[in-house]
């Protein structure tokens, strides 16, 4: 088990270092990623990372986040809640469609249909869609897919955008002493475990986000404009590539590989609505379009935060948009199927006991 963990982040170290030396936007990230899937779709089978790499990676881009926030900031983030619910709606009904026609074209079934093609997470679209019946491995090879193209897509989208359309490049800030790293790593790792026992979406990002947030904003202990080491944030963009790259399973895909040319079309189509989206809202607000293309990307709230921080956009407020649409699809939305769902599954048995008594 050492063994292939060694290899396993050996080879998105390796894929990271080459993204780097050819100056590729979130290079370790990517390029971990682009070697994890590559390696198991040609079948190599000895690759395996434990789960709680995934989450230091996501508890080190939390407390890099955190360590941002002002004031000020949190009052900007604050008033764009209306923002937020006009851009979490316009994505679920853009995923509807796509799911209505995923739906009437491959035959699966509407509950399959409809958490394969709604961008919540991962792992609680996979639990909620089997909890009411859909296809669990149709939904994860849907939601692998949307992950692994937005993250590949958007950095490089938002790099390439006219130089007038871009956003200043953040001021980098001073990077702590080793004391300093400690203390803030200890707080985000206690943040990211109050976060999880308190069952808060993406708890290891947020948790450890809120509680260095708080921390930071009073106690002098990080001082101005602090930041973490390089090689932290770049380890952590390694794990959280490696980890994304190995949910994908070749078994799964070879076994449902009719679905895969849908999901794969699915992900570029709802990324393409969702670019759209975000450039309207970007003029009819004069938002700037660098957050708001990473605000609506339905990529995860880690990766596109982790997007936002790189280029200069607004990490916060990107974080703000994943994680509002995040709630409102674990929450609303989803009681709102759960409750279509058991009534159409009522209406049906009553139907079935009227035939049989007649």
């Given at each position: 088990?050492?063994?292939?963990?060694?290899?396993?982040?050996?080879?998105?170290?390796?894929?990271?270092?080459?993204?780097?030396?050819?100056?590729?936007?979130?290079?370790?990230?990517?390029?971990?990623?682009?070697?994890?899937?590559?390696?198991?779709?040609?079948?190599?089978?000895?690759?395996?990372?434990?789960?709680?790499?995934?989450?230091?990676?996501?508890?080190?881009?939390?407390?890099?986040?955190?360590?941002?926030?002002?004031?000020?900031?949190?009052?900007?983030?604050?008033?764009?809640?209306?923002?937020?619910?006009?851009?979490?709606?316009?994505?679920?009904?853009?995923?509807?469609?796509?799911?209505?026609?995923?739906?009437?074209?491959?035959?699966?079934?509407?509950?399959t249909a409809i958490f394969s093609n709604i961008p919540g997470g991962l792992s609680e679209m996979?639990?909620?869609?089997?909890?009411?019946?859909?296809?669990?491995?149709?939904?994860?090879?849907?939601?692998?897919?949307?992950?692994?193209?937005?993250?590949?897509?958007?950095?490089?989208?938002?790099?390439?955008?006219?130089?007038?359309?871009?956003?200043?490049?953040?001021?980098?800030?001073?990077?702590?002493?080793?004391?300093?790293?400690?203390?803030?790593?200890?707080?985000?790792?206690?943040?990211?475990?109050?976060?999880?026992?308190?069952?808060?979406?993406?708890?290891?990002?947020?948790?450890?986000?809120?509680?260095?947030?708080?921390?930071?904003?009073?106690?002098?202990?990080?001082?101005?404009?602090?930041?973490?080491?390089?090689?932290?944030?770049?380890?952590?963009?390694?794990?959280?590539?490696?980890?994304?790259?190995?949910?994908?399973?070749?078994?799964?895909?070879?076994?449902?590989?009719?679905?895969?040319?849908?999901?794969?079309?699915?992900?570029?189509?709802?990324?393409?609505?969702?670019?759209?989206?975000?450039?309207?809202?970007?003029?009819?607000?004069?938002?700037?379009?660098?957050?708001?293309?990473?605000?609506?990307?339905?990529?995860?709230?880690?990766?596109?935060?982790?997007?936002?921080?790189?280029?200069?956009?607004?990490?916060?407020?990107?974080?703000?948009?994943?994680?509002?649409?995040?709630?409102?699809?674990?929450?609303?939305?989803?009681?709102?199927?759960?409750?279509?769902?058991?009534?159409?599954?009522?209406?049906?048995?009553?139907?079935?006991?009227?035939?049989?008594?007649?």
């Amino acid at each position: 088990m050492l063994l292939r963990m060694c290899m396993t982040l050996l080879l998105g170290a390796a894929g990271g270092l080459l993204f780097a030396a050819i100056h590729s936007p979130l290079p370790w990230l990517i390029g971990a990623l682009v070697a994890t899937v590559a390696c198991v779709f040609f079948g190599v089978k000895t690759l395996w990372l434990p789960r709680w790499f995934r989450q230091i990676g996501l508890i080190v881009i939390g407390i890099s986040l955190g360590l941002r926030m002002t004031p000020e900031i949190w009052g900007a983030m604050t008033g764009h809640i209306g923002l937020m619910l006009i851009a979490t709606i316009l994505t679920i009904f853009i995923s509807l469609g796509n799911a209505w026609v995923f739906h009437k074209v491959s035959k699966v079934d509407a509950i399959t249909a409809i958490f394969s093609n709604i961008p919540g997470g991962l792992s609680e679209m996979v639990t909620i869609g089997q909890t009411v019946g859909g296809n669990q491995q149709v939904i994860s090879i849907f939601h692998s897919l949307r992950a692994v193209i937005i993250v590949l897509c958007t950095p490089f989208i938002v790099t390439w955008l006219p130089h007038h359309m871009q956003a200043q490049a953040a001021v980098s800030g001073h990077v702590l002493g080793v004391t300093q790293t400690l203390i803030i790593l200890a707080v985000g790792a206690i943040g990211a475990w109050l976060a999880s026992r308190c069952s808060i979406p993406a708890p290891y990002l947020l948790g450890a986000l809120l509680l260095t947030a708080l921390v930071c904003m009073n106690t002098p202990i990080a001082g101005e404009n602090p930041a973490l080491a390089g090689f932290l944030t770049k380890t952590a963009q390694v794990f959280i590539g490696v980890s994304i790259g190995l949910g994908f399973k070749r078994e799964d895909i070879a076994k449902n590989r009719r679905y895969f040319l849908f999901g794969l079309v699915h992900s570029v189509l709802l990324f393409v609505m969702t670019l759209a989206l975000a450039v309207g809202i970007s003029l009819a607000t004069a938002t700037d379009v660098l957050t708001t293309i990473l605000a609506t990307a339905p990529g995860g709230i880690a990766e596109m935060s982790l997007t936002a921080l790189t280029i200069g956009a607004d990490p916060l407020l990107v974080t703000a948009f994943q994680l509002f649409r995040v709630l409102f699809v674990l929450t609303l939305f989803s009681f709102g199927v759960r409750t279509w769902v058991n009534r159409h599954r009522r209406a049906k048995a009553q139907g079935e006991a009227g035939q049989r008594s007649a």
